[in-house]
Structure formats: C-alpha cells, structure tokens
C-alpha cells in the first residue's frame, strides 16, 4: 500500500481538484507552535479551508514542542495527511474525508533551532499559533535566551519574537499576532505577560519590551472540537478504505466553535466566516466561554459521577441508557440552561449540539477520564448553576444537588494510595484521582457514616463546609445541607440506581 505524501496525492485526486495541487506552492504566512493531532484537525484544517477558497493562500509550518515528535513524520509525508470527520448531524451520520495541504513542513527546535529563528526573518510569516498544552503557558525560571531551544514554550515564543525584533531593526510593520490555543483564561493576556517578563530578566532592550507590547497583537481565544486522533482500533479498515498508508491520519467529531477575541480587522485577515466557518470574532468572549464551561463541561461534571456510580463506562452509553440518558437531558434542559442569564436561542443552540455531541457514535470518552479532579470542575463548572438557580427560582435544582451528593460519594470506603485514592462502586473497584488533600478530607469524612440519616447529615455538613474545596462554605446555602444529606443516605441505603430512578420520573 502507498504512503501518502504530494506524489501519491497526484495520482488520487481528480483533475478537477487542481487548488489541492496548486496549494503546495503558496508561501508560509503561520508559524505554529504544536504539531499534534488538535491543531492539525482544527487550525491547519480551517487554513485549508481558506487556501480552496483563495481566502489566504499561505502555509503553515510546524514546529514540535518537545523533544520527541512529529516534525520527522510530517517531512516525510510532505505535510499531508487525512482528516477524517465524523458525528451526527441532525440525527443522521455525516463523514467528511480530506486531505489536508495547508502544512508546509515541521520543524524540531531540538535538533535545528536555527530553522525555527529562520522563520522569524520571513516577513510573509505574520501569524503565530500555538497549542502546548495548558501546562505550556507558565514561567520557567531556568530559562535563558542563549538555549537551543529554551525550554518553555513562552521562552521559545520570546527568543523567536527577539530574534524578528533584531532582524527587522525593530520596524513596527512586522509585529506578529500571536493566536494561543492553550485552554487556559485569558490565554493570551497570559502569554503576553509571560514574555514580557522573560524579556525584563533576560535583560533585552526596553525597545523590544516596547515593540512586543504595542506592535504585536496577543488575542484570547476559546477552542471547542473532540480530536479523536490516529484511530488506532480501526485503522486497517480505513486505509483499505482511503487506499494508501497514512502515518498521520487523524480523526475528530464533526463540531467547531473558535472563539477568538481582538481587533475586528483581524477577521479580514483570516476571513474564517467567509468560509462556513463556526469562527467567531468578538470582543468580549466571556458570554462564549460561560455557554461552554456551563453546558458542555457541566453537563459532563453533574452527569458522570452519577453514570459512573450507576455502573456505566462511556459517555454514549450514558446517553443511551434510559435512565442516565433521562438524568443528563434534564440536567441540561431543566436547570443549567435556566440557570445562566444570556440570549436563551444562543443557549438553547449550543445545548442542542451538545447533546447530539455526546450521542456521537465514533467517539469513545471515558467516564472514568472525565471523573479527574471532579472536585474542583465542579466548582467552576456546576457550582455556579447551582446558585444562580437558587437565586432566580427561589428553590434548588435537584438534579444539580443529586450530582454533587452523588460526587461526595465517590469518596465514600476509598482507601488512599499514593496520590490517588482506591475507591468502590457496585461494579468493582477503581482509582479516582484528584487532588490529594481533597481526597484525604473526603475519605476521613466518610468515617463519620455509620448507616444511619444523623450520620449522613454529618458527612454532609463536613464536606459542604470546606471553603478550600468550594470556595465558599456551602452549608449558607439554605435547604442545600438537608437536601444533599438526604441523597446521601438514600444513595448509601438505597443504591445509586434506584436512587437516580426516582428523581427523573
């Protein structure tokens, strides 16, 4: 079987798909620091879009942000590589294939740093993306300028803007914009000070501190696909399917939202929309951010400690079964779409995709993955809901105090072990991670229960009261100590199952 690089392409596409071709000559106008399976299914996806349509017309080139990497793989496949998209769309089954041409070449910075610095002296070169993980934007003190590569990913960024500074004598026409895709807040404003102070104790002139601050354009952007990556279970039936070997095919759901907030000229540049593109452009992303940490990521926090207990494995099976599949959508329709205070159609869009998001059939999630660390994503994601709920309605959302009754009792018989915790449920044992200090003040609250409803109330108002957890003491909640006491004996007593039967009737 072939291996997929610009000589096998030609001899599989139709004539008719000449731009593909063509595309292997439009000059690098990104720089992007990541070459793993999300930016290749999301941004270098997207430029190809552009580039059909005579949009951009530039490449990307990739640069590895680790030492071990795919920069080797990418070269000797010409950049090219298959993305498969796949998912429901209005309830049926949609599969997009495409080969991807929008990528250049890849760089690793561990063995060539002066190819990455070369790309600072491209004036062509105007964009920088990045995704290195939300362990990649943070400061790393043993960074020096003089490294090659620095460490971190900020250092690298610092090193390679200093570089174009010099190169360019400081000309304010050749400032970058600098597009981090890292899920972290404010993921720009972060980047920005992040090299700002390297440059300040790396002792660089105050006119580069000057030139990167005011010539440079750091957005803040929120990303939103599944990237499935290499499908490992399945792919001896897809290349017999596509016909050629293809080292990097890469797989993902068929949604997309960016979210990206700066100057409005910006969406010239990278005319996304242009394209039927769910790319927006805005300049306050915080109503974007709440719809997905509230609905997307709290649905998944307030349903799977409850699936998980209940005996299930997958978010698709949660989402079949006839129970759970019940729990999540009240979940979602009944008191987290309620409960937030924005344009009621954008929420009830968003929930509508979620929802077909999770009944993906090609996408296997894990419950077990998603439980990481619930304590502290149910603080950001759900406990907001819960409270918002109360103060416009007056009353507590069951199913919300179900959820978080039923994460306290996760915690519940575990045994610590390390950094984790050897917890129980009907099904068998398994190891929850969180973090260590949670899981230590759970599992001693736990020591309190002894079967009876007075002792359930105590492990109630322990936990609720722990202002490091929550944030706040929960038990000023009023009603929500005897409420989730009360789900906490029946779950103990009664069983997570017939528990969660009656509450969805």
């Not at 610092?158 to 914009?177: E, I």
């Not at 951010?289 to 494995?313: C, D, F, M, Q, W």
């Not at 603080?379 to 039923?406: D, H, I, W």
């Not at 929550?470 to 989730?484: A, F, K, R």
């Amino acid at each position: 079987m072939n291996q997929l690089n610009a000589t096998t392409l030609k001899s599989l596409i139709p004539p008719s798909d000449l731009e593909v071709v063509a595309a292997n000559n439009l000059p690098e106008r990104v720089i992007q620091f990541g070459e793993g399976n999300f930016l290749r299914a999301f941004v270098d996806w997207m430029i190809h879009r552009l580039n059909k349509q005579g949009l951009f017309n530039g490449k990307v080139v990739l640069v590895q942000p680790i030492a071990e990497g795919l920069a080797d793989k990418i070269n000797e496949q010409d950049g090219l590589y298959t993305l498969l998209l796949r998912g429901l769309q209005d309830g049926k089954i949609v599969e997009q294939k495409e080969v991807i041409t929008s990528v250049s070449r890849g760089i690793n910075p561990y063995t060539d740093w002066t190819a990455c610095l070369q790309c600072a002296e491209n004036p062509d070169i105007e964009f920088v993306v990045s995704n290195t993980t939300e362990a990649g934007i943070t400061y790393d003190p043993a960074d020096r300028l003089d490294n090659t590569p620095p460490v971190s990913f900020p250092g690298k960024l610092t090193a390679y803007l200093y570089h174009r500074f010099q190169h360019f004598k400081g000309d304010t026409a050749k400032g970058m914009v600098i597009i981090p895709c890292e899920l972290i807040e404010r993921n720009g404003e972060q980047l920005q000070a992040l090299v700002l102070r390297l440059a300040r104790e790396w002792g660089l002139p105050a006119a580069f501190g000057e030139w990167v601050a005011k010539h440079n354009t750091f957005v803040n952007t929120l990303v939103d696909r599944v990237v499935t990556g290499y499908p490992r279970d399945e792919v001896q039936e897809l290349e017999q399917y596509l016909g050629y070997h293809d080292g990097l095919l890469n797989t993902g759901e068929l949604f997309h939202l960016w979210v990206i907030e700066g100057p409005e000229e910006l969406a010239e540049r990278l005319p996304f929309a242009q394209t039927g593109l769910n790319v927006i452009w805005t300049t306050d992303m915080s109503p974007y951010r709440t719809r997905k940490v509230r609905i997307l990521n709290g649905a998944h926090t307030s349903s799977v400690p409850v699936a998980y207990l209940y005996g299930l494995e997958t978010v698709k099976e949660m989402m079949d079964h006839p129970v759970m599949g019940k729990f999540i959508r009240q979940v979602i329709w009944e008191e987290i779409v309620p409960s937030i205070k924005l344009d009621r159609d954008m929420l009830s869009d968003f929930a509508k995709s979620v929802i077909e998001r999770f009944e993906n059939p090609f996408i296997k999630h894990y419950l077990l993955s998603i439980l990481l660390n619930s304590s502290s994503k149910f603080k950001t994601r759900n406990l907001p809901s819960l409270l918002e709920y109360y103060q416009l309605n007056g009353t507590l959302p069951e199913r919300l105090v179900f959820s978080l009754a039923a994460l306290i009792t996760v915690y519940k018989n575990g045994i610590i072990e390390g950094a984790a915790m050897k917890a129980q449920r009907t099904a068998g044992e398994f190891i929850m991670k969180d973090d260590l200090s949670t899981l230590e003040f759970c599992a001693g609250a736990w020591k309190a229960y002894d079967g009876s409803a007075q002792s359930a109330a105590k492990v109630a108002y322990t936990v609720l009261g722990n202002t490091g957890i929550w944030g706040t003491d929960l038990n000023t909640v009023p009603g929500l100590t005897s409420m989730v006491t009360a789900y906490l004996y029946d779950i103990c007593e009664h069983g997570i199952q017939d528990t969660v039967a009656k509450l969805v009737e």
